[in-house]
Every structure is written in C-alpha cells, then in structure tokens.
C-alpha cells in the first residue's frame, strides 16, 4: 500500500508543478513575447487566464458547501 500511496503523491506533485509551470509561462511570459512567434500557438487566448481560475474556485466553493450542507444534515439527524 505504501507504493501505491507514493506513486500517487508523485503523480499529484508532477501534475501540479506541470500546471504551476504552464500558467506561470502563461500569464507572466507569454505578454512579452512577439504575438508572431511560434509560441503562442501552444496557449489559449489571455481571457481564459481568468476564467478558467474563476470558474474552478466557484466549483469547489459550492461542492464545499454542498458537501458541509450535507454533514451538518446528517449529524443533525443522528442527534
């Protein structure tokens, strides 16, 4: 079990460098690069650096709720 627990620690840790890495170049990097290089072509356009973050942050405030809605439920049921 051990293993299976490192290598998914592992795979959390490079995924999130992976995405860390990818915005960073994105949003700080990409402004100062020739919009006629090839670069850009590897990115979306500058507008989803915002939505993407925001839409994200909205998902996981309402399952958060949703979630601690349904734990102050039932615990008020075992009460």
């Known amino acids: 079990m051990e ?8 795979l959390l840790t490079v995924t999130s460098l992976s995405i860390f890495t990818y915005y ?5 990097i990409l402004p100062l690069v020739d919009t006629d290089h090839f670069v850009p072509k590897y990115f979306l356009p500058q507008e989803y650096a915002i939505l993407i973050p925001v839409f994200a942050r909205m998902t996981l405030m309402c399952l958060l709720s949703i979630f601690i809605g349904y734990v102050m439920l039932k615990s008020k049921k075992k009460a």
Do not use: N, P
């Open 3 to 10: 293993l299976a627990d490192r290598t998914v620690g592992l």
């Open 24 to 28: 960073t170049f994105w949003v700080i």
